[in-house]
Each structure stands twice: as structure tokens, then as C-alpha cells.
């Protein structure tokens, strides 16, 4: 379970986050869904511990992650907004790397390694390195780093950008998954059949503020159209940041 | 060691070392020195071993025969062959020999363009045979007149170079002091910038440092690594140092060069603090500059230092307590004593090897403190 509450965050005289809020829960897909510059990434640094937020408090399960960023952490799987891979390194090196930092050693870790590797179909790249991969073959080595120690809450910025059809069946697959077994599932995203298709809970994100938040249904019904792409424009106010 | 943070420095290790160009560039650091002495070594060799013959215009040769020949016997030649120049021109007077035989200076006039350093020296060797002869011919002529020649020199003056052949090859052991410091930081650069900056730019700092790790230990395990590099750096540079000593003919210089394995070995040693500064300097530069090209052009204006800061400390001729104790400064003098088979400082080495090591602990604590803010974890 993830909460933000009352998030403000200043970038010199930018305010990006002007008071945030909302929860995403267990064994539900959340969809934070916003245009570009609505603060969906800096809201997710802010989990990460990464952003030292202005006020506001954010929480994993019950941890303060200003408190005890370290076991906050522990608890998450992170796919963020631009990931580099170690292009020196194998995809197998590489996930070890992550599945080490996160205490899996020895066997447990081997383990987990082939359990990821089977799930995310990637055999065929597990030991070459990473230099030089597809965005298909990068989006599973990042997804592989992020679900390795199988932790209780995925946070994903932008998944499916520049992905092919296939990766995001893939990808689409694997949240259901996640989400079937209990996990609780955070995605940024500003394509709306994306977040149409898979979320449970929308967070509509513009201008520091969530604009509104419930299910499609909800939103719909909130703005009175038939569409979710309509009931954004329409709660947004404005067709600004809309993907094709 | 625990696991986490032996994990953390494998992936270090392994990310720098299969950067197979820019590892082999920076080991390229451990030869230029080397060659560099015996490149100067060889050149000043030759340029003792052999006198380079010359050619002078001579003009009234005539007047003065004895001279030629006495010029050939030193290798300046008068008959110049068509390709040739003269280096100057000799005019002896048509007045030569009335005068001398009168007892009246003669007079030899040199004209040419002195301005060149080699000319100078050959000017210089031309007068010598002038000023021989002139001494004897002064020589004879007070004896001639029943006066003995010592009464004409007051004084005897005998020169005693007191340089042991130890110190006088001191210049090129201090040399030797200067690649060994170079070789510290050049050898680490690359892995520096690509694990800080470079990481920062290829988007996985983030990732990383958003994983359960202290940035602490993420720090260290840089540090380590990098400054693991910089000592295979030394090692190298110290190994092929050993090798090009062992065979340049310094005995032709009259030069006895003591590089031994025990001497490789401790400043070796020396160096280990040296390259844990030098790698927490580098990686906190690189750190603070926003992208890689940035920390790369601020970093090969630091490299400057370990040349630039031995040899202006020596042209300047400053002596200040300070400088066996500052890090660089003081690791630079006790090498310099070392190989010039001086007493060493053993104190000042301490001292500086704990400052060298207390200011690495503070560039340390300043990059974990740093990464916890967005400043230093966006490059912003």
C-alpha cells in the first residue's frame, strides 16, 4: 500500500507538487494519470525517498519513507520514468546486482532469478550484455530488476512508452498477475487506453493538484462523458499533454 | 567485509574493468613516463659522448697556422665543404703577426649571431682553444724574460664538485617522483568520471541510489575500486621505471641510479593513501559537475596539479614546514628523498599520509551527504 499526503514540492519557483493526495492498495492497480509536467514523476521520486518532500508525508505500507527511507525501499520494485542499464553487464549480473542489494544471496537468488527470467520470457537475453538491446529486450531487464525480490508494491513511471505491441501485452500480463496475487501496483502514465485497460483506480494529476481520483466509472460519471479520455480533458481543462 | 557491500564493489569492479579502451588508455600512463626518461637520458648521453664537429669562416688563416691545426685537434673545421655553414666568421688581423711580435695584443675579431644556444656553446669552445694558446704564449714569454709563469696567477683556483653522483642523478629520480604522483591520478580518471557523472548521465544513479542502500556504502565501494585502479596505475608506471632504469647506461653520465625492488615497493606503499585521495577528489568532482564532458574538462585541470606543484615548488625554491605534511606535497618530498638516498622524513610521511587520508574521509562524508539530496542525484 502506498499513501501520499498533502505532498508539496518547490524546485526554486516552481512549485511542482502543490498538495497531493491519494492512496493506492493492495491487490489493486492504480493509475496516476496526468500530462507532461503535472508532477507524476517528482510524486514518484518522493516515494522513492529520492526527493525530500516540502510537507506532506508519504508512506510505504506503514513505514515514513522521510523516516526510514532504507526499509521503505525494501519494500518497493521500481520502474522509473528513464532507466539506464549497465550496458558492461550481463542481464543475469545486472539482476543479481539489484536481487543482492535487496539481501537475496546463494541459492535464493539464483532462484529468483530464474523465476523472473521465466515470467518475463527472457531466456534468450539473460546472459548477453545489455548493450545494444531493443526497448523491448531494456524494458524487461528493468522490469526483471524491479519484481526480483518480489516486493510488495511495483512503482512504474511510464512503462509503456516506446514499447511494441508485444512488450505490452507482456507487461499488461504481469501487473495482472501482481495484482491477482495482492500486490499493490503504482503507475504513471499519460496514454489513457493504457490506464483505461488496467487500472482499478485512477489519480487524475495536473498542475501539482490531483484534479480528481476514483474509478473510470467514477470519473466518467464526474464528468459526465462516456470516456475517459473525454473526462480527463474535461476535469484537466484542457487538452494539453495528451498522447496520440 | 559484508555482502552487501562486496556486492557493490564487484559490480564496480566489473563495470570499470570490461571498459577494455579507456582501461588500457589509462594504463597507457605507466609508459609515457618511462620513455620520457630514457628518451632524455639517451639524447644527453650522445650529446656527451660525442663533440660535434663545427665549421668557422677563418679568415688570415695565414698569419696564424698553428691555430688550425689546433682547432681541428677539437673538431672545428675551417675548410667548409659546399653544403655547409659556418656557425661564425674569425677575421685575424693582417696587423696579426707584427703585433705579436711586438709584444702588443693581437687582435682576432668574432663576428656572428650568438643568440642560439648552440652557437654559444660552440663559441665557447672555440675561445677555450684561443684562451690555451694565449696562456702558453704568455707562458713562454715570461720565461723568456727569466719571470716564472705562477706569478701571473695569484691564485690557483681548484673547483671540487662535491654533488655525489647520487644527487646529481636526483634530477632524474625527482623525475621519477613525478610520473609515480601523475600516474595515481591519470590512471583512476576514467573510472572516476564514468562511475559518478557517468553513471549520473546513462540514467542508473537514480535507480540505484532509490534502491535500500546507504550512500555511504555506495561512496566507499567507488572509492575503493577507483583507487584500486590508481595503484595498478603506480604499480605499472613503478614496474616499467624499474625496467628502463635497469638498462639506460647512466655509468656513461657517470650516474648511479639506486631503484631497487624494496624502493618500488614502499613508495608503492606511499601511494596507497595518495590514491584514495586521489579517487574521492575525482569522484567528487565529477559528482558535483553536471554531466560527463563537464567533469572530464574539470578533472584534466586538476591532473595539472601533480606535475605542476613538485616542479614549482623546486623553481620557486620554496622550503615551508607545510609541504611535508600536505598531502601531494609531502608524499612528493619523501620520494624525492628516497630515491635521491637522502635521509627520509619519516614524520612528515605520517603526517601526510593522515592528512592526505583525513581529507579523502571528508570528500567521503561530503558525496554521502550529497546523494541524499536531489541536487547531486539529478545533476541538477
Known sequence: ?244 | MSGLFACLLKKEWLDAVRDKRAFTAAMMIAFVGPVMIAISIMISVNKIQTQEPFYIQLEGAEQFPSLVDALKAKAILTDIPPQKEADFSVTISPEFTTELNKGEPAEIVIRGDFSEQTTQIRLKRFKRVLTAFASELGAMRLMARGISPAVVNPFKIIEQDTSSAQSRAGMILKMIATFVLMSVFVASTNVAIDCSAGERERNSLEFLLAQPVKPLSLVMAKTLNTSFFSLVGAALTLLMMGIVIAYLPFHKLGLTINFSVEMGLIIWLVMVPLAIFAATFQLITSFKSKTFKEAQSYISMTIILPMMVPMMLTMANVEHPALEWLPLTGQNAFIADMVKGEAVNMMGLLLSSMSTLSLAALFIWLMARGLKTEKMILGL
Open chain 1, 1 to 244: 500500500m502506498l499513501t501520499v499526503d498533502a505532498l508539496e514540492k518547490s524546485f526554486g519557483e516552481v512549485k511542482a507538487i502543490d498538495g497531493i493526495e491519494f492512496r493506492a492498495n493492495d491487490g489493486e492497480i492504480t493509475g496516476l494519470l496526468g500530462p507532461n509536467g503535472a508532477g507524476k514523476t517528482t510524486c514518484l521520486r518522493s516515494l522513492f525517498g529520492l526527493l525530500q518532500p516540502d510537507s506532506g508525508e508519504v508512506w510505504v505500507d506503514d513505514i515514513d519513507v522521510s523516516k526510514d527511507p532504507i526499509a521503505a525501499r525494501q519494500r518497493l520494485g521500481i520502474f522509473p520514468d528513464k532507466f539506464g542499464l549497465y550496458e558492461r553487464l550481463t542481464t543475469k549480473e545486472q539482476v543479481r546486482y539489484f536481487a543482492n542489494i535487496h539481501g537475496l544471496t546463494g541459492d535464493a537468488c539464483e532462484q529468483a532469478i530464474a523465476r523472473v527470467t521465466a515470467a518475463l520470457k527472457m531466456s534468450d537475453i539473460v546472459d548477453r550484455k545489455t548493450a545494444g538491446f531493443s526497448q523491448g529486450q531494456r524494458m524487461k531487464v528493468a522490469l526483471a530488476q524491479a519484481l526480483v525480490h518480489q516486493p510488495q508494491n511495483l512503482i512504474l513511471d511510464e512503462p509503456t512508452r516506446g514499447l511494441d505491441v508485444m512488450s505490452t501485452r507482456l507487461l499488461r500480463d504481469i501487473l495482472l498477475d501482481l495484482k491477482a496475487q495482492g500486490h499493490c501496483v503504482l503507475f504513471s502514465s499519460h496514454v489513457m487506453h493504457e490506464v483505461a485497460a488496467l487500472c482499478d483506480k485512477v489519480v487524475i494529476v495536473a498542475g501539482g493538484k490531483v484534479a480528481a481520483q476514483g474509478t473510470i466509472e467514477e470519473l466518467c460519471a464526474l464528468a459526465g462523458t462516456n470516456q475517459l479520455e473525454d473526462a480527463f480533458v474535461k476535469i484537466i481543462g484542457s487538452d494539453e499533454g495528451i498522447a496520440a
